[in-house]
């Protein structure tokens, strides 16, 4: 028979699936009418899942640049279990937006291969501020949420594999 493995899976219903993990989120500051409440999102979902709050630390960043600095600085303490980025990158005039998001995308992915902790990506790129907004708790839900859920998952994927 084939083992599967699933972080999402929870064999201690009593504890949720986040309890023991420490996360570290890293947050810019630009834009923050919508990175703040992907935030709100992140850290709401981590503590419905168990999460302690004093295992939770958040780092805020000027903009989504600067986030892969700050999350392999967070990786290479070894005080986490996961790293969630959340940044929001909107279409500009010029061609920074695409610079920045290429940065932080390529930055952040570089960030969990070379640190082997897991860095979770959550930079919206989107055309307008509506379209950001609809993600960070409206329509579209929260992509904040959805980052955690990921970041749970992932930990505890990665803590079965020997
Ligand atoms: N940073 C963002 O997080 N979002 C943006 O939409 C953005 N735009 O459009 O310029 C942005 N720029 C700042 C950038 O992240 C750096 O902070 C800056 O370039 C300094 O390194």
């Known amino acids: 028979m084939p083992r599967v493995h699933d972080g999402a899976a929870n064999p201690d219903p009593e504890h949720g699936p986040a309890s ?7 947050v810019s500051k630009f834009n ?9 999102g992140c850290i709401d979902h981590l503590e419905e899942n168990g999460a302690d709050s004093d295992e939770i630390d958040i780092y805020w960043v000027p903009g989504a ?22 940044g929001a990158v909107i279409l500009g005039e010029t061609d920074h937006y695409r610079l920045v998001v290429d940065g932080a995308t390529q930055g952040i992915a570089r960030v969990g291969l070379d640190t082997g902790v897991p860095v979770i990506f959550e930079v ?16 579209a839900g929260n992509k904040g949420e959805e980052a955690a859920q990921a970041a749970i998952e992932i930990a505890r994927l990665l803590a079965t594999i020997e």
């Open 20 to 26: 023991g993990l420490r996360f570290a989120v890293v």
């Open 65 to 86: 640049f600067e986030i892969p600095i700050a999350a392999q600085k967070c990786a290479q303490t070894g005080r986490f279990d996961a790293v969630i980025c959340l």
């Open 32 to 40: 923050d009418f919508v990175t703040s409440k992907l935030l709100d």
């Open 124 to 139: 919206l790129a989107t055309q307008t501020v509506a379209l950001a907004m609809a993600r960070a708790g409206g329509s």
